[in-house]
């Protein structure tokens, strides 16, 4: 089974500063991964998508994520944070149930404060 | 728009009393798949259907929770004698995860008094 582990359950940044939000994984091989938000009381929303095509992965709302496969890494980048940014932000992997089904493994989350 | 509804949005009901959840997802999709997540945590996978074929159920699912769904479209999740620990949102996901798009619906927020 895989896991994700997630650095840092509340991160705060300086409206303006650059957005970093950790993610670890393990895998023996490559995955694929996920970054999701969640606004409060909410669903969950893609934010972007790892499938082996490209390390460097844009999303949306300015986002991106770059895949360390040396690291086994996926972390997410913003250069200049917006105050629309604070929410819950969760890493996920793709995985397989006991039974071999797929289905997704999420980390903890972390939620995000923006300092005006 | 991530194409599902789920209803009730929020559900508050005392401990004992049995809940009924229901997820549509807006396009036809083979699979389905529930997850529960709770305060401070990801989503956990609860249960997975294929079609109209519940293929899977993860061990979070005790036998108070049953999950239907009829001719493979809509599906409802019931949870019965409800208990304080079944608070949580219980998130509805249609289509396939596997390096696609996997989307959410918005959820149904559980909260046992």
């Known amino acids: 089974a895989q896991s994700v582990t997630q650095l840092g359950s509340h991160v705060s940044v300086s409206e303006g500063a650059l957005v970093l939000l950790r993610c670890n994984y393990s895998?023996?091989?490559?995955?694929?991964l996920f970054w999701y938000v969640q606004y409060p009381n909410q669903g969950l929303q893609l934010l972007l998508k790892?499938?082996?095509?490209?390390?460097l992965v844009k999303g949306i709302n300015g986002f991106e994520a770059e895949f360390k496969k040396s690291e086994t890494s996926f972390h997410l980048t913003k250069p200049s944070a917006h105050m629309s940014d604070a929410a819950e932000y969760f890493c996920?992997?793709?995985?397989?149930?006991?039974?071999?089904?797929?289905?997704?493994?999420f980390g903890t989350g972390t939620r995000l404060t923006i300092i005006p | 728009d991530t194409g599902v509804s789920q209803n009730p949005r929020h559900k508050i009901t005392k401990r004992g009393q049995n809940v009924t959840f229901r997820c549509d997802p807006i396009?036809?999709?083979?699979?389905l798949y529930w997850y529960r997540q709770t305060l401070g945590q990801g989503p956990e996978f609860l249960t997975y259907?294929?079609?109209?074929?519940?293929?899977?159920k993860s061990r979070l699912l005790s036998d108070r929770f049953s999950a239907e769904r009829p001719k493979g479209s809509f599906s409802t999740l019931e949870i019965q004698r409800t208990e304080q620990g079944d608070s949580a949102m219980y998130l509805c996901?249609?289509?396939?995860?596997?390096?696609?798009?996997?989307?959410f619906g918005p959820g149904t927020r559980l909260t046992v008094l």
């Open positions: 790892y499938t082996s095509a490209a390390t």
């Open positions: 259907f294929q079609n109209e074929a519940q293929l899977e």
């Open positions: 996901a249609p289509g396939p995860p596997q390096g696609n798009e996997q989307f």
């Open positions: 996920a992997v793709s995985d397989l149930t006991n039974f071999g089904n797929e289905k997704l493994t």
């Open positions: 895998s023996s091989v490559p995955p694929y």
């Open positions: 396009s036809e999709h083979n699979r």
